[in-house]
């Protein structure tokens, strides 16, 4: 019998002590705030005038992680969003890394195990210009932006997250695909050492995944080395993995060592080990449902309310013209 296991909704619908205690702090805080907005009035309006980049109001240490540079440190950039993004220390303490365990703090716990450096990224298949690339050196190749992206798992939980990567096109030119390359596969470090999930077969390792190369090229997609302008941490999947903002997390596969361009669609982890329930396309759908719970709401780290979860994860003016004349609920 095989060991392998999905998702359950119920552990994401329970609210992290840390959280309950902070939502506690939050609502004994929320008096004080009333009664204070009632005397500065207008100051209250010029406060909001002066943006600053989130990483300024929500890191409290980085963690000792090293800052990064990015290309657009004065302000917001073109596929931002405006919401709050999510605290630092819930975005690094609640996680799907199988790899390092199967509870949401599993990864924050065992991550330590991981080495960054050195580090090796193979890009080969449909491309004029194989190689294999040392990863400071593929960081380099393009100016590192900070994207403020909403991120929905298909477990019905969101975050809000500042991602700094460099745009997967950006990455995929340099090496020039070939006329027959249609799909973009990923691969994942496979190492129990490192990684001590590894050593048990809750899924098949090397954890991999795939996008279609027009989705690889939507400006959207990111190869995201740092969150919150600071070095990505281990749990999150240093040191590079892909976002996706328009399809579910799960898609967005961590600490990257292969890139293969191919003609034909690649294997995905999750297909593979339930493909009734985990499609190819992963596109957040509310009108879709998982087989086991509804994806028509969701719940955004740090709120007690449930929010209605958009087509496309609200990217839909950027995306849904790549899905055109497709039937989203066959290609779910």
Known sequence: MSDKKA??????????????????????????????????????????????????????????????????????????TDEKPTPFEDITTYNNFYE??????????????????????????????????????????????????????????????PWLGLPLGALLKRVEPTSRAKYVAFTTLVDPEQMPGQKRQVLDWPYVEGLRLDEAMNPLTLMAVGLYGKTLPNQNGAPMRLVVPWKYGFKGIKSIVKITLTEQEPPTTWNLSAPHEYGFYANVNPQVDHPRWSQATERRIGEYSRRPTLPFNGYAE???????????????
């Open 7 to 80: 998702p359950e909704p119920p552990s994401s619908e329970i609210t992290p002590e840390q959280q309950y205690l902070r939502r506690r702090e939050f609502i004994k805080n929320a008096g004080l705030f009333v009664g204070a907005a009632a005397v500065v009035g207008g100051g209250i309006y010029l406060l909001g005038m002066k943006r600053t980049r989130p990483m300024d109001r929500y890191v409290p240490d980085g963690g000792g992680l090293a800052s990064l540079p990015t290309a657009n440190t004065q302000g917001p950039g073109p596929y931002d």
């Open 100 to 161: 390092f365990g199967l509870d949401k703090n599993d990864p924050a716990r065992n991550a330590h195990t991981l080495k960054t450096r050195p580090w090796t990224v193979t890009i080969d298949g449909e491309v004029h210009k194989p190689q294999t690339v040392d990863i400071d050196q593929l960081i380099s190749w393009s100016p590192l932006e900070e994207r403020v992206y909403r991120m929905r798992c298909v477990e019905a939980w969101s975050m809000v997250i």
């Open 318 to 332: 950027q995306v849904a013209s790549l899905y055109a004349g497709m039937d989203l609920r066959k290609n779910y």
